[in-house]
């Protein structure tokens, strides 16, 4: 699937949207509905939406970054690859939020520092970087939504680090499932998408996924993984003191 560059004419092959549609889209989310009325007129000089039609690269390492994008459906994985091939998510960036790296490389002129796929269809919103930066010298809330997304990207990251550093894949499986689990204790994903998410293998994933199912933790089929012992799953991710810590093994019952 072809990638967009982001200035001018896209690369990527989804359907444009541009000006007052745009807009009007963006002001379903926090802060663009609190612009002023020449702040909405600045924003619709040649903001476009993008409908990314499904997964699929949106930006790569090197690229140039022109203008500020938001995500208004689905949800942008941002992303590095070590020298090993091995891939580790370092956030995601979900409908109404934008992105702090790229924020960064257009008010500092650098290339885009990781990658961004979109996981499912969704569409995102570009901001032209004349336009953003105007913005955030006129509008208070853009001035916020800046800080607001910087001061959220070092909170993420720093409790990503200190997950590497400090959890094993298990915790660490078992941490992703809590945090990104719906409402009903459903996350529909594969084994390989949360390899890419934890930096490890497949078949690491499926050891430690085979665990959990003995264990009574989770139920899987395919594309789709449920919480079936959230109490547990939090217990692996911070042992009890009175157990001592014990690892689940394969089999092991529920308690």
Same mark, same amino acid.
């Given at each position: 699937m072809a990638t967009s560059d982001f200035r001018g004419q896209a690369r990527y092959a989804p359907n444009v949207t541009t000006l007052e549609a745009t807009v009007a889209v963006l002001e379903d989310f926090e802060p663009f509905c609190r612009m002023s009325a020449a702040g909405k007129a600045l924003l619709a000089q040649g903001s476009l939406r993008k409908n990314l039609p499904g997964p699929g690269s949106v930006l790569h390492k090197g690229q140039p970054v022109s203008g500020a994008y938001v995500?208004?459906?689905?949800?942008?994985?941002?992303?590095?690859?070590?020298?090993?091939?091995?891939?580790?998510?370092?956030?995601?960036?979900?409908?109404?939020?934008?992105?702090?790296?790229?924020?960064?490389?257009?008010?500092?002129?650098?290339?885009? %520092?990781?990658?961004?796929?979109?996981?499912?269809?969704?569409?995102?919103?570009?901001? %032209?970087? %004349?336009?953003?930066?105007?913005?955030?010298?006129?509008?208070?809330?853009?001035?916020?939504?800046?800080?607001?997304?910087?001061?959220?990207?070092?909170?993420?990251?720093?409790?990503?680090?200190?997950?590497?550093?400090?959890?094993?894949?298990?915790?660490?499986?078992?941490?992703?499932?809590?945090?990104?689990?719906?409402?009903?204790?459903?996350?529909?994903?594969?084994?390989?998408q949360l390899a890419r998410h934890l930096g490890t293998t497949r078949e690491v994933v499926a050891r430690l996924m085979g665990e959990f199912v003995a264990a009574g933790l989770l139920h899987t089929q395919r594309g789709l993984i449920s919480i079936r012992d959230l109490f547990g799953l939090r217990r692996v991710v911070a042992p009890d003191p009175v157990s001592g810590g014990r690892k689940i093994k394969a089999g092991q019952p529920k308690r």
């Open positions: 995500a208004l459906e689905g949800r942008l994985r941002v992303f590095t690859i070590g020298p090993n091939g091995t891939e580790a998510t370092l956030y995601f960036v979900n409908p109404g939020e934008t992105c702090v790296l790229a924020i960064n490389c257009l008010f500092n002129d650098l290339l885009y %520092p990781a990658w961004v796929q979109t996981e499912s269809p969704g569409a995102i919103a570009l901001i %032209p970087g %004349p336009v953003y930066r105007r913005l955030f010298e006129t509008e208070s809330v853009i001035q916020n939504l800046t800080v607001s997304t910087l001061s959220t990207l070092v909170y993420r990251l720093m409790a990503e680090l200190d997950q590497m550093h400090s959890s094993n894949h298990r915790q660490r499986l078992a941490q992703f499932m809590l945090l990104h689990a719906a409402a009903d204790g459903s996350l529909r994903t594969t084994q390989q």
